[in-house]
């Protein structure tokens, strides 16, 4: 397999840092984190597509879970950050902009917003999807250099 479905975009080998039995941890086309952590937070999604977390079976639920800790971990040491914002935006009116479950992973570090909630009004802008222009995707070379320092944390290189 070449790549892996989240909701209706393909994402490619070259973006995917993480692999377990049943979840992948991806970079983000348009991360939020502020310049302070060089605009970085990942993904961790189920390899099944499926839109709602309620959708996702007991096996499918722990190792999500279990593959966040892991990639929080990861992403902590990574980037030298003290702390992590994990969400789940369940559902449109929560924000959920992709049908396919997934938990941002989002790297923190004291200062980084004005007030610390307002992250969670950075992810609600992502209701505009991937077509705001205020947000500019990453191109794939950048991507898959984040993957590919991500990915010596796991030995999948």
């Not at 502020?34 to 007991?58: G, M, Q, W, Y």
Request: net charge negative; aromatic share 6%.
């Amino acid at each position: 397999m070449t790549g892996y479905r989240f909701g209706p975009h393909l994402i490619s080998e070259s973006q995917i840092f993480f692999k377990s039995n049943l979840t992948i941890g991806i970079v983000n086309l348009k991360p939020i984190a502020p310049s302070t952590l060089e605009d970085v937070h990942v993904l961790v999604i189920p390899k099944r597509n499926t839109p709602r977390l309620a959708d996702l079976d007991n096996d499918e639920t722990v190792d999500l879970m279990l593959s966040a800790q892991k990639i929080g971990n990861a992403v902590e040491q990574h980037y030298g950050c003290s702390s992590l914002t994990m969400t789940i935006q369940d559902g449109p009116q929560a924000g959920q902009t992709v049908p396919h479950v997934h938990m941002h992973i989002i790297p923190r570090k004291a200062g980084d917003w004005t007030n610390n909630d307002d992250v969670y009004q950075e992810l609600d802008k992502k209701k505009q999807g991937v077509d705001n222009e205020d947000r500019t995707p990453r191109t794939e070379r950048e991507m898959s250099a984040e993957a590919s320092e991500l990915r010596t944390y796991f030995n999948l290189d």
